[in-house]
């Protein structure tokens, strides 16, 4: 009975933030033609991510090759991603080998978003995503948290589904062997 319940809370929690923007049902803005949203099933073996981040920078994932990338699909909505957030943010300032970049799925503004990350800091960079045009190279997420471990030669070495541990990450990372130096 206990294992019962406990495979039944874990169920959902994982399912909490099932229902993304790809699937809710939205008004479109007034000012704006309604969108189709670009949906992929398939994360290209080596995928390639260039975004503008909220603080203004740039975010280049090819240019972080030698490392190991967390790359991390999360809102602000979403319980279980907020949980993860200070797990993440340690692991990222804790080893030199692996980085973190959090890609909000959601419609919020920059000023939003830098608001919300005043009350609950990373050390790690934020981009917020367009729903309607995700990242192409990634598969569109069917559930937040969806995080990504990038081996430091680019491919995909490990995909998430729900809330991941630093424990988890690091444990994929040793499977996957050392980074390149």
């Known amino acids: 009975m ?8 874990l169920l959902l929690a994982v399912s909490a933030c ?3 923007p790809s699937t809710a049902t939205a008004e479109p803005p007034a000012d704006s033609q309604p969108r189709q949203v670009a949906a992929s099933d398939v994360t290209a073996e080596i995928p390639a991510l260039d975004l503008a981040t909220v603080d203004g920078a740039r975010y280049v994932l090819a240019d972080h090759r030698g490392r190991w990338v967390v790359v ?6 979403c319980s279980p991603c907020l949980k993860e957030m200070p797990e993440l943010s340690e692991l990222h300032e804790r080893r030199d080998d692996i980085e973190v970049v959090g890609l ?8 939003d978003m830098q608001a919300f990350l005043q009350g609950r800091p990373v050390a790690y960079p934020v981009a ?3 729903t309607f045009a995700p990242p192409a190279d990634f598969a569109t997420p069917r559930g937040l948290p969806m995080t990504y471990l990038i081996a430091p030669d680019g491919r995909v070495a ?7 541990t ?9 499977a ?3 980074p390149s130096a």
């Open 128 to 130: 917020i995503i367009d």
């Open 166 to 174: 630093a424990r988890e990450i690091e444990d994929a990372v040793a």
């Open 104 to 111: 909000a799925y959601e419609e919020i503004e920059a000023a």
């Open 158 to 164: 490990k995909k998430f589904l729900g809330p991941v």
């Open 2 to 9: 206990r294992l019962h319940l406990l495979a039944c809370g």
């Open 18 to 20: 099932s229902e993304t």
């Open 176 to 178: 996957g062997g050392q």
């Open 72 to 77: 991390n699909f999360w809102a602000t909505w």
